[in-house]
Nanobody, 125 residues
Framework: QVRLTESGGGLVEAGGSLRLSCAAS????????TGWFRQAPGKEREFVAG????????EYSDSVQGRFTISRDTAKTTLYLQMNGLKPVDTARYYC??????????????????WGQGTQVTVSS
């Protein structure tokens, strides 16, 4: 079992940057594939970016490809999401998630086993 805690959200102007962090406790990310999802008001939770347990594979949604970067520290206890070129449409609550399915990158929220409480990102125009 792993507990996830996100941080780093906030209010930023369009074109700005933020870096989200997700700290793992109870286990390391070396046993899970992990990802970032987001949910805007009135919308379904959607996949943003994912990284494999080894760190060798990453995947991004089309909407953030080239602007966001997912990474992990060498101790495999902290997951990051560097967000550059932020747009108002990126406004959402961002969640860190982990899955025991080591073949899965991306996918749907129901395929993930563990979730953090989320951190709010608001991008003003």
């Amino acid at each position: 079992q792993v507990r996830l805690t996100e941080s780093g959200g906030g209010l930023v102007e369009a074109g700005g940057s933020l870096r989200l962090s997700c700290a793992a406790s109870g286990s390391t990310f070396g046993s899970f594939n992990t990802g970032w999802f987001r949910q805007a008001p009135g919308k379904e939770r959607e996949f943003v970016a994912g990284i494999s347990w080894s760190g060798s594979r990453t995947e991004y949604s089309d909407s953030v490809q080239g602007r966001f970067t997912i990474s992990r520290d060498t101790a495999k206890t902290t997951l990051y999401l560097q967000m550059n070129g932020l747009k108002p449409v990126d406004t959402a609550r961002y969640y860190c998630a982990a899955t025991q399915d080591l073949m899965l990158l991306g996918g749907t929220p129901r395929e993930y086993d563990y979730w953090g409480q989320g951190t709010q990102v608001t991008v003003s125009s």
